[in-house]
């Protein structure tokens, strides 16, 4: 996992700039091209091979969702960029998976980019994908890097809509990715939260080994990488919220609104948890610092009581002629007397002590 | 608790967006509609079984005031969504719990939420109920998820008020409102600053357990999560202050003004309380380390005093044929003696470096 | 003095807003209430019992200041606010002694609110009181707290005055007024000053118990809870710049700056004496490390040097027939040979190691 | 290494501003010119000996592209100065090799100037080069320290270019060159990647030694010093951005938001590789304190068991005269059970206490 | 020192704004004044004892440039004021030593005022000089308190300037005098730089006592008071750049902008070496914590090699009847085996685990 936060790949140094090759980790094979087209009173799902075969879709009175999974395939970006008039750049982007999430605002279309985050099973540890929409006027691709189900409730949304989604823009297609993309996150908050909580009670019953530290900073490393991801989302929205093109409508606004909210929601809970975090930090090393007490007492208890007598019997194991007291019958079980009085004391004085 | 300040909810998560569901714990069952009705000559209070019997209260020579407590009921949401005009995000928003403090400005109606906030009995806890407020013309809602006298006060004001405030409109209720809820935060402070003086007399006088630290830690959470709905309320209302909404009266203006003001101040409050917590947090981490000392000081003092002179008594036990001293008879009584010089002079040294 | 700067009180909650009543300690029982007026050619001073008594003083052709000493007679308040026509909510700023120090612009006069700040005998602690002024075209009221000599020097400035001061407006004397509150918060640094070297000295010198710790967290937050009531004045002098009001002559505006830059110096000077206390923290937790270290390092030579020797008297203890060592007559006195080798050897070492 | 960051160099303090000296250290002792020459059609490139040769190239219809490698040769900066009418100042900055990353806009010309940062091999340390730029209508000057490959991709794009590159400006060979530069530092932060992982890796298996901490301490202050000279570098670009100077065309702007894109992505990631060596030091603090625990367990379990025996075996040393035990012929044997009883039972409490 | 950064100087409470006096201490009994004329054709160097001499060299056709130095004669201040018409509160904080820099701008005059500061011999520390200009149209007081070669270099300039400097206003002689000062500070950081390594390398080396981390500190404090002072400096270049009084001619923008950049530089660094300054604290704290651990781990591998084998002794030295190993000649011989093969089995042991 480490490679996902951290590195940010040099793969490309060296090539010119502009130049289209796929930067990051092959996540599938093959890319699959799945096309939906609808409009108020039509819905049309379809699988093609390449981009060719998109012309009869694209049509002025339907709203047509190309969704690409998979990137390896340059080819397919290539196509896109010369049908649609797409830069150079704004390819290049899309192929290289290390992009920090971004909007930006070109004549004919808009470019949005952004992560989508999944938690994977046991330890708590993040995946991520790069989704890059592409907004024309009518057609709006959705790059990404995995199949999986991710767009799966804006499809059947679409799928079931009588009327009220289907008859709105290519803008409210994209808020609705946006959105299903955003409350995803929220998934993972809840999973962060599980691990969390998982930690807090180990370090509350059990007793915190070195691997409890290491899983602290890791959680600490994959909380920051995630905020890394989530906190330009709303600055992406914003601009959205402040870009004049045309093809935003000003009724989408709303709804525009209404995810950044959700991203802000999102920081926060993320900060609030870092937060959490470094608490389990302080409680660990505190916790560290009260079992040294322990075993501290323990020795010192110990050291205290017998260290004391054993100096007493030393005395009585010395072989001078004259030592009266060895003589006398009553002596050795004095002693005994002593030896178990002097236990007691210092046990009372340290219980006092609350070492006990 | 921990699920309050925490959990963001996913619950929604895969719906799509624009579908009315209670989304956070419901607090009540059943949802109790209240209606309070007047102007400069009259006042009037009832309760209403559903949003249809609404209809002859509002009228525009009065002011309406309608309290919902309990958000179960999605139906209730519902039909004055209907009634009055309200957008659908709103009432999306009025049923999920999870809001941050904010303003939002429609053409017919201003929406405002936050939260209102209240200590619970026992340990320093805040349990958390949301208020969404849609201010019309002539009607002010407010939606609760609790029954509690929170709006006690307000609604006492105004049955007992002659005449100048049942003369000012809704806007003035609605900062009567707000102004009830910062207030209640002034007790919940109050709440929290007793917890820490407890936290700070157990510190100082007992001995600080592992509870105590994450009693600490708890509290510090705490204070972050009220933090988090305290401090945008003061952006809340710099935005009803640049409204130019007509709904704001610009008389209302100064009152908000202090509302503001009070919200500076609770924030600052809780910074100050934050920072006293981090010095508790010192102070823990202090007493620790300086218990460790304590441990070990006992532990030196009685093995610099006892080894050295153990060590003596080892040495008249050893079973040398030439050994003369153990012949003499003052050299027994002369040992003693020096067992009991050693620990006066060991006992003074330690006296000397403040170890006693 | 824990209640100074933490609680924000809550005194006033379930109350409507615009009620008048003390809110804070009482400081002074009876309210004092002193009248200077003067112009270029005349002045005078006067006591008076009520604000009724006021009226011969103000006239268009002097500068009357009123002096209010003591809150707790609310009539005295109340009637200023008739008299001259000064908000409510304005009139509850000044009986609540729990402000932000800040600055109001009404139409026909200016309310500034701030704290002096005092330090009191003995341990550095803090006692503020709260300043309110309401400046109109001729008259200054100035509400205080306590009868102290905080406005002496302006007083006696005015007396002493022959022509420049007397023949300034109202603004002049505010800003005269603003500048020895700022002017006695520097001797509260100096004496800010002197405690940490105080603390300083203690830490360096003797052994710092559980009471230094106590005191330096103490002394942290009283410079937070100071700063928090000096650093808005300076926002507070620069909206009196900002300020377009006709009460504020453009003259005044250069001394105004002076005061501000004053402001900027004491912050500047909190925060630098912040950072000290905070690195007297860490020489306070470097320095209990130190004395642990100097505990374990005296147990550490003490048993490093007596259980090897103790272990070979154990042998010469032992009963066995055949040890011939023991018959010999010169293995005693070689022993005590090697029992005056070891402690030398080993303090040589503990010495080249720098423990002693 | 320390020169690099630290020492910001006074070695000019003295003299008049506005004379022309190296600062810095001397990378290379000659100084190399290189000449490319391009436009649509034709390709050049050229080794001159003095700025004077440099006329026949500058021609309006081609792009020229002067690489001076070496700085101690001042004439060569000062004929530029001279030939192309470059500000006093500039020359100055060129040669002192301490500037911060900045752009500067003059009526003819550009002035831009940063570092290239290489990691050097072995131990993760970086050495930094100055790289000025002066970019006017067709000229391109690029001032550098020394002779290595950094600009190697950029010619290489420009020698094989067929169209596209070569028909564009000056301001797009600045662009090339800034990207090249920029790019050149992911490779940079992919070997600190290495180096941070390397630490990593040893703090978790070996044990941490001083070493290892002013290792940590070195790279922490390596990020801090990298971060220096690329935090900069977004200001100078978005400088660029909204630069209205005729020498740089509209159509440049979107490949210069490509560059401030990735120096966003490496500002970033440094901030990332800082927060991870934070909690490095967290995690040796921590082991160092581990390590402290063990020792002192290893200690407790010895002394805990031994001790009590000792003071045992110390009881029947003794020389009483009245110990019937000592007669008895089992009581010996007896005894070895309880030396045998003593370890068992202590260990299985150790054990439950988890120090083993 | 400590009076340096910290003492802000309560000395003028009580008084009336507007007297002047001297306030901080007296570096140097006599006040020294030296006149500077110069234009394009003269130069011309004079001290005088009054500033009633001056008026033969102010005229409009030549700089005159009037050094102060020594603060104590308040006349000389206040015959400036009153000969060029200087407000009251200008000349207060020429004479106060304790101004933050800053910049003010009157109808008449500029005046500017900063710290120059100089390392002191042996330790680390900086004193400070204030230094204020007036800038005149054709002259320019620069009032010292000191008398040092501060301003050396500038004097050499303008001797030594055939026409280039010579012919410049008054704003580049101000210009001038500035980045003197601003160099100056450069010998101060490379000062610093050598003091830090110096701790540092003490602390590599040597062993750190108390004295080390108090010189941290003093350190650490000395570096936050130069910020102070150095930090504002570029805000007060900005001013100067932003103003449009006609005293600073646009062509002399560009050099200060270099000053502006060479104070960018000084902060940059000071925080670097503050950051460098907290590494040296954690460096501390961890040598401190490894001086614990290699005694703790003295103290264990004598205690565990010897407590056994003292154990072993105590068995063979008990007085029970039937005790037949003592009887058997080669069980003493087999003791010493053990003996021997204790040490090396733990040592061996101890070697593993890397305490040795």
Redesign the interface.
Known sequence: M?AG??????D??????GSLIHVGNVLVDETRISVINYNKDSFLEARIDSIDELEPYCQSDTITWVIVEGLSNVNVVESVGQMFGI?Q?VLE?ILNT???P?F?EYEDYLYIVLKAMVAEEGEFAVSYEQISLLVLEHVVFAFKEKRDKLFE?VV??IRTSKGR?RSLGADFLAY?IL?AII??N??L??SL?GAI?LLEDEL?TG?PG?TL??RI?RL??EI??VR?YVSPVRELINEMLRSESPLIDEKTH??L??VS?HA???V??IE??R??IS?L????????????????????I???I??????????????????P?????W??PA?WGV?LAIPAVLLTYFRRK??L
Chains 1, 2, 3, 4, 5 share one sequence.
């Open positions: 480490k936060p951290r590195s940010y790949v040099s490309k140094t060296g090539l010119p700039p830069h750049l982007d290390h992009q920090r971004k930006e409730p059947q949304r989604f609705s959105d409350d995803q929220f998934v908050i809840d939260d909580t509350l007793d070195k530290l290491n900073q600490k490393r920051v990488s890394r709303i709804y609104k209404d909210d802000i929601r999102l926060e809970s609030l948890h937060d959490v608490g930090m302080d409680i660990y090393i505190s916790t560290v610092s009260n079992k040294m007490n322990e075993v501290m007492k323990v020795l010192t110990f050291a205290s017998f260290i004391p007598m054993t100096f007493l019997t030393g005395i009585y194991g010395m072989n001078f002629e004259h030592m007291e060895l003589k006398l019958s002596t050795y002693l030896f609350k070492w």
